[in-house]
């Protein structure tokens, strides 16, 4: 009995531990890429339909853009999987667990809200539903990344406010989504790059 709940109190106290450190599974360099792929996918939509107005333009801004999120996620995600094929160990486990639960609920409400505007023809509001879901998953994620991520997450969200309440801005406007997701993924790359957290030394 003492032995199973040596175990159980370990496991909290990893669990603990998690919520507190850093979290190696991202990539600098992943980020900085997905971000370089938001200033393309924003170069293409200036190319084909810089301001959306017609259904055909918005339609062709959602193939754009949803592109994009797959290509970000595959990176991005795809760095966290190759770390975690690297670090098998039980805190990796914990880590990767509550790294899910932190930022996959934000996800998941981005993913479900998309659909549901997208069914309705409410394409301008999007990008400010976009921004006001990324800017809660970095958030929640905040203990599990550098500090002046923050700072980041507090301009998406700054952004998002723009976006939906002010009726005379552009949302669809091809500098839009570079400039929010382009920039603000690069942002976060050098961030992590840069090591925020004294007395690391990281090759991410």
Do not use: K
């Amino acid at each position: 009995m003492e032995l199973r709940q040596a175990i159980a109190d370990l496991a909290e106290v990893r669990g603990r531990l998690a919520t507190v450190q850093r979290f190696d599974g991202y990539s600098g360099w992943a980020a900085i890429a997905s971000g370089v792929v938001a200033l393309g996918a924003g170069l293409v939509q200036y190319l084909i339909a810089p301001h959306p107005h017609t259904a055909a333009e918005r339609h062709v801004y959602l193939s754009i853009w949803l592109t994009c999120l797959v290509f970000a996620l595959a990176l991005n995600y795809g760095a966290i999987l190759a770390w975690r094929a690297r670090n098998l160990g039980a805190q990796a486990a914990v880590q990767i667990r509550t790294v899910g639960m932190s930022i996959v609920p934000a996800i998941a409400a981005g993913g479900v809200i998309t659909l549901a505007l997208v069914a309705r023809g409410l394409i301008d509001i999007l990008p400010g539903m976009w921004c006001a879901t990324y800017a809660l998953g970095l958030f929640a994620s905040r203990a599990m990344v550098p500090a002046h991520v923050i700072i980041v997450a507090v301009g998406f969200g700054g952004l998002a406010s723009v976006l939906l309440l002010l009726p005379r801005t552009d949302p669809l406007a091809w500098f839009v989504m570079p400039v929010a997701f382009g920039l603000g993924q690069i942002a976060i790359g050098l961030i992590v790059r840069a090591d925020a957290w004294p007395g690391r030394i990281t090759t991410r």
